[in-house]
């Protein structure tokens, strides 16, 4: 008889559509059929996940598998990175837009996840360091940034991505620029930025979508958008269409690979990290940690 394997699962029972309370005990007989003894721990509040982390680290745990949005995703990596424990990690997305997951092609039916993460492969991945803050795929500040953390849990449950869009909308009514200045190896750009992002993924908020040709998640660098604010309609048809099209050549557009970069605002704006919200400093710096989580997909 085989003898069992641990993992330990941890779960945000509140993330995303409710498709997976059904599913969890497919999940957990899918773990049981490849062998593996689950511990289940729930989250109940932010920084739960880090926290299941060190209450497990000195276990004998072979995987961590966490179930929940990119949220929850970026929590667990903390929480594994902070106590040194370099277990492999697999995602089982059941938030409400899963950009990284969509970027490494999971199956968003958590049955189908489940056995993915049984049967994939570890692949070391980069993430990111925002000021002291880890983050896993994206640091933006800007238009539709508030949209990814002040949505209303509820409202994200019932409509998915969609209530991103919905509450993105609002932001339209009310667009405004941040004079910054943002300092990549020791080149200066400097204006009244609408969106700034560094990001390692293939899908922004599912608004903007990057041609696999132009990201790498375990390249060592990070993508960095800079989105000038536009002075009329004509410029911001300009910067639609630049998006759309992916042809990063316009004035309003810039489109650059980066492993560190300062951004200097004197407003401070807030930050989303992985669709949570972080407080903007004066001067931020953002860089990237090479192979800093290994992923089963």
Known sequence: MASYKKLLFIVNPHAGIKKKDSALSDIILTFSDHFYETIVCFTREAGDAANLVK???DDEIDRVVCMGGDGT???VIAGLRRYRWDKPLGYIPAGSTNDFAASLKLPFDPAEAAERVMKGKPHRL???LFNDRQFVYTASCGIFTRASYDTPQRIKNVFGHAAYILEGMKELTQIRSWHMRVMVDGHV???NYLFVSICN???LGGVMNLEHSNVSLNDG???LLLISMPHDLIQLGEIVQALNEQKFDTPLVQFLKVDQVS???ADKPDWSLDGEKATGLETNKIEVIPGGVQMFF
Request: proline share 0%.
């Open 263 to 265: 951004v200097f605002c």
């Open 126 to 128: 980069d993430i990111g």
């Open 201 to 203: 993924t293939f899908s």
């Open 55 to 57: 209450e497990h680290v």
């Open 73 to 75: 995703l970026s929590e």
């Open 189 to 191: 750009y400097e204006d």
């Open 221 to 223: 660098v990070f993508e």
